[in-house]
């Protein structure tokens, strides 16, 4: 065990060890290898996190750095972690399991995100109003909210820490990140190249652990100006109260239950396609998984066959392979989760076509078979409940107006698919779906330039795009009087 490397929290520009001296394991779910050890963080470590978060954004350093020039040190950034692509993604695929063919994709990309703030951050200005006495300037500015807190989970460490860090950082605020247990190792990576960078000491840090220890203490802390969360609508709901009873922000983007609907005039052949690259893709840990499958009568047959049919050969293996298809779950318990709601679909009536199955992938580690279930209906907790696993649910409609009832019948809205050819027809559905994302002929598509919110439960505010700025900063109105008149009257109002 002396071996493994041990990672301490980042703060203020400097590895600090925790102040309860305490570490947990990380493991690889390929293997089920520890792979390393990193700080356990309290509310000890939270707190010297966001007080050196504080004082850097306080210091002129940062405070009065140029838009132009904060926007210079995001564009860096983002090349440094172009320069580390490989290094990154090979960290990430280690700690989650996800493909590396997948996690190189997103890190090759990554840098844009960097370069579309680095763009934006001195686009952020505000307005001159108009008056009704013209010896009256209004004025309005967007200013920075202060220490933001950002928690993020394990499915896309660097993608998801991004879409807040990178939006957080142009507005000109600090930032503590709390990455989930499971993936602490590329998001203390992002903070040593941040400083290397010339982000000051303490615009990023990183504070290490688990969600109801640090994350807990990162949420109360009476300091922070806003909390930006990822992960599951439970926590999202106990932080949106914990907010709200101080009034300060949050940005939540939590779970989803999203429908992938096929029309009988889609191009079955592509659609099915989409439909798997919609739940077995990152073995269907992600939050915008298409785990509801509609398909019209017409192609229901065809759709099944060709959907299982691509499912039954999905090579399941090592996630550095790049031959290799589906990888493990991200740790035991999400394992158990997703074998627990199979046996549960199955005792609800749900047949399994293909899958159903935990495996260890011939590598000891956590998989679970790509799975079709069918002969289910909107009643099933399988089809209600977000799995976050490769478990697809395919069910028959007959016409538009019962699938519209039927894909919006849902606590959730995050993404929806569509599959035609009638344009028409997918500007309607656009229009009638519940979800934040509406994808036609295509699914899992996205950018930093295009704003992403989360319908009913499935969260609260617009991550990526210019709209994110809103979420991380405050409006102020000036108002200047620049006449030296003698007022007549104090007791009128004044516009
Ligand atoms: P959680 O919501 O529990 O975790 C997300 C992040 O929040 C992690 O960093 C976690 O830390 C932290 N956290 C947990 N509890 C608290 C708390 N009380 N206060 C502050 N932070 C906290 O999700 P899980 O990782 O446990 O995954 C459970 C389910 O959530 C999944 O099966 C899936 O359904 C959903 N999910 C959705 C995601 C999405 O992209 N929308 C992403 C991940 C999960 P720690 O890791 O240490 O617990």
């Avoid at 896309?156 to 991004?162: G, M, R």
């Avoid at 939540?252 to 609907?261: A, Q, T």
Wanted: net charge negative.
């Amino acid at each position: 065990m002396s071996d493994l490397e041990q990672y301490e929290h980042h703060i203020g520009g400097e590895w600090v060890a925790p102040a309860a001296g305490e570490y947990f394991e990380s493991t690889n779910p390929a293997t089920g290898a520890t792979l390393y050890t990193a700080a356990r963080g309290s509310a000890a470590d939270v707190g010297r996190a966001v007080q050196a978060a504080r004082t850097a954004f306080e210091d002129p350093r940062w405070r009065d750095l140029s838009q132009t020039r904060r926007g210079h040190l995001l564009r860096r950034l983002g090349d440094l972690i172009g320069e580390h692509a490989d290094e990154l993604a090979r960290m990430e695929t280690e700690d989650n399991g996800k493909l590396l063919r997948e996690m190189r994709g997103q890190l090759t990309t990554l840098p844009e995100y960097y370069w579309y703030y680095a763009g934006l951050a001195d686009k952020i200005q505000g307005d001159v109003i108009p008056t009704s006495d013209r010896r009256v300037l209004n004025y309005t500015t967007r200013e920075p909210l202060g220490v933001v807190g950002a928690i993020t989970p394990w499915n896309s460490p660097l993608t998801l820490t991004t879409s807040k860090l990178a939006p957080a950082l142009c507005a000109g605020n600090t930032v503590v990140i709390k990455p989930s247990e499971h993936t602490s190792a590329t998001v203390l990576k992002l903070a040593e190249l941040a400083l290397e960078a010339g982000f000051p000491p303490g615009a990023v840090n990183v504070v290490t652990g688990f969600g109801p220890e640090a994350g807990q203490a990162l949420v109360d802390h009476p300091q922070l100006a806003k909390i930006s969360f990822t992960g599951s609508t439970g926590t999202g709901a106990r932080i949106a109260a914990s907010t709200a009873a101080r009034f300060i922000g949050s940005t939540l983007e939590l779970g989803g239950k999203s429908p992938n609907i096929v029309f009988e005039d889609a191009n079955v052949a592509n659609a099915s396609m989409g439909v798997v690259a919609g739940i077995f893709a990152a073995a269907g840990q992600t939050c915008i998984a298409g785990s509801r499958v509609f398909a019209h009568t017409s192609v229901y047959d065809e759709l099944l066959e060709r959907v299982t049919e691509r499912a039954r050969s999905i090579r399941i293996g090592d996630p550095l392979e790049d031959t290799t298809e589906l990888g493990p779950l991200a740790f035991a318990d999400q394992r158990d989760k997703v074998a627990g709601y199979v046996d549960l679909g199955r005792s609800e009536g749900a047949r399994v076509l293909t899958g159903g199955r935990p495996t260890d992938g011939g590598l000891g580690g956590w998989f679970y078979e790509p799975t079709v279930l069918v002969d289910v209906d909107n009643s099933m907790r399988v089809v209600r409940e977000e799995i976050f696993g490769p478990v697809a649910a395919i069910m028959p409609f007959e016409t538009e107006e019962e699938v519209v009832r039927l894909a919006n019948d849902t606590e959730y809205g995050l993404a929806a698919g569509v599959w035609t050819s009638d344009l028409s027809r997918g500007h309607r559905m656009a229009a009638r779906l519940e979800a934040g994302t509406v994808w036609v002929n295509t699914y899992r598509a996205m950018s930093p330039m295009s704003p992403r919110q989360g319908f009913k439960n499935s969260g609260v505010g617009v991550e990526h795009g210019t709209e994110t700025i809103r979420e991380y900063t405050r409006l102020k109105s000036v108002w200047i009087n620049t006449s030296q008149e003698p007022v007549a009257d104090p007791f009128v109002m004044r516009s």
